[in-house]
C-alpha cells in the first residue's frame, strides 16, 4: 500500500477500515476521548487477531490530537452520519493536510459535494463508502464532487484494490446505490411487522430461510444502528416506521446498546 492512512474517529466504520488498512501498512487512528481511544485499540486489536497471525495491530498508532494526522497522505473521517459534525472535522483535516493529500468521508447518506465544501479542498476529496464490517465487506462504494482531480479518484480507486476491496463509481445523491434502494426495503419489513403483529424473530426467519438472506432486516436494522439507519432514512427521503422512531428516542439504538427489535441481553 503507497498511502498511509490516517483516520478521524473510533467507531465501528473507523476500527474496522484501520484494522484493514494495517494488513498492509502503517495507520493513525484519532479518537475524541482517552475512553473513546481505549475502546479503538480493543476493537482494532480484535479485529487484528482475526485477519492475521502477525502481531499487526502494532501498525495502529491510536493519537488525541487531529493535527497528529497531519502526516498521513489519505486522510478519512469517519464520525458520527450528521453533517454538522462531519463538517467540523473536515475542515479541520483541510487546515492540517499536506497539499497533496486526499482527503475522504464515509458518509453513507449526506453529500459528498456539500462535506467536500466543507473540506476546503473540494478537488482533493472523495466519499469512501465502506460498509460495516468493514474486514469482511468487499464493496467500497466511492462518489466524487465535480471538482475532484483525475489524480484523486485514481488514488482512491487504487487504495481500494490495495485493501481487497471492489470500488464502484456512483452519482452524489442521497445513499448512494446500495442504501438508497435496501433502507426502503429495511423499512417496509418494519411496517410489516406493525401492520401484522408478527415478531422480530418470525420476519428475519423468514427473508434468511425463504430468500437466502443471511441476515434478516429487523436485525440488519440493528446492527446498522437505528439511529443510523433514521438519518439514512431521512437523507434519501424515505419515511421512518413509527416503531423505529420510537426505539431512538428511548434509547434503544441496535446491537450497540443491547436492545432495538431483538434484545442482545445488555
Known amino acids: 500500500m503507497t498511502e498511509t492512512i490516517g ?22 487512528l484519532w479518537a475524541r476521548s482517552d475512553a473513546s481511544a481505549q475502546r479503538a485499540r480493543g476493537a482494532v486489536a480484535k479485529w487484528c ?48 493536510a499536506s497539499a497533496d493529500a486526499v482527503l475522504a468521508t464515509t458518509t453513507s447518506s449526506l453529500s459528498v459535494g456539500e462535506l467536500a465544501e466543507a473540506s476546503g479542498r473540494p478537488e482533493r476529496f472523495v466519499g469512501l463508502h465502506v460498509f460495516n464490517p468493514v474486514p469482511k465487506m468487499d464493496l467500497v462504494e466511492l462518489a466524487y464532487a465535480p ?13 481500494c484494490a490495495a ?14 446505490v446500495v442504501n438508497r434502494l435496501l433502507f426502503p426495503f429495511l ?11 408478527l415478531t422480530p424473530t418470525a420476519i ?26 433514521k438519518a439514512i ?12 422512531a420510537q426505539h431512538v428516542a428511548a434509547g434503544h439504538l441496535g446491537k450497540k446498546t ?6 442482545y441481553g445488555a
Open 7 to 28: 483516520i478521524a474517529g473510533s467507531g465501528a466504520i473507523a476500527c474496522g477500515l484501520a484494522a484493514t488498512a494495517a494488513q498492509h501498512g502503517d495507520v493513525l
Open 233 to 244: 432514512g431521512e437523507a434519501i427521503g424515505s419515511p421512518i416506521p413509527a416503531t423505529l
Open 147 to 159: 471538482q475532484a482531480a483525475g489524480e484523486v479518484r485514481e488514488r482512491a480507486r487504487e487504495l
Open 258 to 263: 443491547g436492545r432495538g427489535f431483538h434484545d
Open 163 to 176: 485493501l481487497g476491496k471492489t470500488a464502484v463509481e456512483v452519482p452524489d445523491v442521497a445513499g448512494f
Open 49 to 96: 487477531d482475526r485477519l492475521s497471525e502477525d502481531p499487526i495491530a502494532e501498525r495502529v498508532t491510536v493519537v488525541s490530537e487531529l493535527s497528529q494526522l497531519a502526516p498521513a497522505s489519505f486522510l478519512v473521517e469517519a464520525v458520527a452520519e450528521d453533517h454538522d459534525v462531519k463538517a467540523s472535522v473536515l475542515g479541520e483535516l483541510g487546515r492540517i
Open 187 to 197: 423499512f417496509s419489513a418494519v411496517e410489516l411487522m406493525e401492520q401484522t403483529g
Open 204 to 229: 428475519d426467519d423468514c427473508m434468511r430461510l425463504g430468500a437466502g438472506h443471511p441476515m434478516g432486516p429487523l436485525a440488519l436494522l440493528d446492527y446498522v444502528g437505528l439511529d443510523v439507519s
